[in-house]
């Protein structure tokens, strides 16, 4: 039996849980989050939209199928550390390269187990989404709650540049096979990509589709995108505030004026909600997992849903040009929205869902039909 370095996890409140560090030694802070997908976890810690958060993962047994090199969701690990409950000695699936615990320590990701997350969930669904801090190799409770106390918190914290890709590049890889990740087949139209955290799984989603992606850094000027006379703009996931991200909403009404077809994901939800004249806020605690019951506002149906977003659009502030598509059936908070002169439409999960459900790839779909019958392809009675 493995021996395991001992470590603290401290939040802002005063709370400290005491458990085995499973990563690296060292210290992290960030805002602690809880997540309540059962699998995914090497998806989740290279989301960017989970840079600057500290993630727990609610199912009590993580580390099941090991790690390999093929489930990154982009080339780093940026969740600020990881809390689980237990990690499992042995991992095991025929496409296991690592253990969790190699990959934590090769990545330099600080993680603690052994604690009580069913505790820490309930103490940040009752106070909310809270400052944290992971100090693993050494017990020093004083530091620990200190840091977990200086940690500012994400709101009014722009974290688009700082994740995004610091130079436009061209993407053509389709979806995976047994085969592996295979290349796109055809071109049907040209697709530029803002990467504000965008995560690989939705890029491959449109490859598949036959787009031809041209994805751009989050601070590239509409004026730059234009030239390459698009078919259409689409909007990545990413973490942080949408509201400082003052760049990207006025890029994003540049296209709404030109009438360009625009589809968001998460963070592009929030950013065209922004660009068309709509409000943004904090979530208590947000939406983390893979089971999110989502009502499509349109057809009726219900969709089981992957979430990751702490931030919301105000379903209140939506302007006359601008309607819901979709809410929560958890919390009744706004899940999808369209232009009605425009076409230009948006997401707030994430409907790649990589892992997780697939009920709303549709709208990867829809985004093409946008960009062959313009608004009509959002307005259900044309």
Known sequence: MPSFTPAILALADGTVFKGQSIGADGVTSGEVVFNTAMSGYQEILTDPSYCRQIVTLTYPHIGNTGCNDEDFESAANFAAGLIIRDLPRRASNWRSEEDLGAYLKKHGIVAIAGIDTRKLTRILREKGAQAGCILAGEIDEAKALAMAKAFPGLAGMDLAK???????????????????????????????????????????????????????????????????????????????????????????????????????????????????????????????????????????????????????????????????THVSLFDSSLQGIARTDVPAFSFQGHPEASPGPHDVAYLFDRFLDCMTRGVAALNPAQ
């Open 162 to 324: 700082v994740v995004s890709a610091k130079a436009g590049y061209e993407w053509a890889e389709a979806e995976w096979t047994l085969e592996g990740y295979r290349q796109r087949a055809e071109e049907r139209f040209h697709v530029v990509a803002y990467d504000f955290g965008v995560k690989r799984n939705i890029l491959r989603m449109l490859a598949e589709r036959g787009v031809r992606l041209t994805v751009v850094p989050a601070q590239t000027p509409a004026a730059d995108v234009l030239a390459m006379k698009p078919d259409g703009v689409f909007l990545s996931n990413g973490p942080g505030d949408p509201e400082p991200c003052d760049y990207a909403i006025a890029a994003i009404r540049e296209f709404l004026e030109r009438g360009v077809p625009t589809f968001g994901i998460c963070l592009g939800h929030q950013l065209l909600a922004l660009a068309s004249g709509a409000r943004t806020m904090k979530m208590k605690f947000g939406h983390h997992g893979a089971n999110h019951p989502v009502k499509d506002l349109d057809s009726g149906q219900v969709l089981i849903t992957s979430q990751n977003h702490g931030f919301a659009v105000d379903g209140d502030s939506l302007p006359a040009n601008l309607r819901a």
